[in-house]
């Protein structure tokens, strides 16, 4: 009863490098999402996804790309990291009565 | 930009204090959702509310949602050192049922 797992836990990178977060839940819901947590900020969306091959846009969107070819995955790329996106972030899932289900996030360092 | 305002951003109690978070919208929510993060830990879901001037207990916590659905408040009573964490508040807006906006969120510190 995995629920919904995300990978890595810890990922410190460097300027400039592309890195992917992975996000995997078990439930088949339809809805996932991506946020970042930062002190002062609370929670944020960066991309949500309706379904496999339906992704919008969020809140803070810019220099982040994502995909979701299986309903399972929702994999977040930040293409060419830079400090400010320094940050944790958090994977979501939703069922038909939406309430999220959140991961148990990803520090990210870059450095 | 951001428009679920929740107060106070901190608050720090003696264990067995009541404590109070208030969340505010600019706008009508369809519902609002409660949400507690323990530190270092990821949001866990409370509760949703959906009625105007619905009025909801968990135990120690009560949730209320304003009958303009614009506000709402959690209150826990007789506070233990196991409710520290951040309380945060979310809210559909825009009539939008898939981007969920968070309040900032009160970080609740407890004394014992």
Request: charged share 15%; glycine share 8%; proline share 4%.
């Amino acid at each position: 009863d995995a629920g919904i797992t995300q990978s890595p836990r810890y990922k410190i990178t460097e300027t400039g490098r592309q890195v992917t977060l992975m996000c995997h839940q078990t439930w088949s819901h339809s809805y996932m999402f991506w946020y970042r947590q930062d002190l002062g900020h609370g929670l944020r969306l960066i991309y949500y996804s309706a379904a496999a091959d339906i992704t919008d846009k969020g809140e803070v969107p810019d220099g982040y790309v994502v995909s979701r070819s299986k309903t399972e995955n929702f994999p977040l790329t930040l293409e060419s990291a830079t400090r400010s996106q320094t940050s944790v972030y958090f994977c979501a899932s939703r069922d038909l009565s939406y309430e999220q289900y959140f991961g148990p996030g990803t520090r990210l360092t870059v450095t | 930009g951001q428009q679920v305002m929740q107060i106070p951003q901190y608050q720090h109690v003696q264990e067995g204090e009541d404590f109070t978070t208030y969340c505010n919208s600019s706008t009508t929510l369809s519902n609002i959702q409660w949400y507690k993060q323990r530190p270092g830990g990821h949001p866990v879901f409370l509760i949703q509310l959906v009625k105007s001037g619905e009025v909801k207990k968990q135990k120690r916590l009560t949730f209320q949602f304003g009958e303009a659905k614009k506000n709402s408040s959690l209150h826990i009573t007789a506070t233990q050192t196991t409710d520290v964490g951040t309380y945060f508040c979310a809210g559909y807006i825009g009539g939008s049922n898939y981007k969920l906006t968070f309040g900032k969120g009160t970080l609740l510190t407890v004394n014992p």
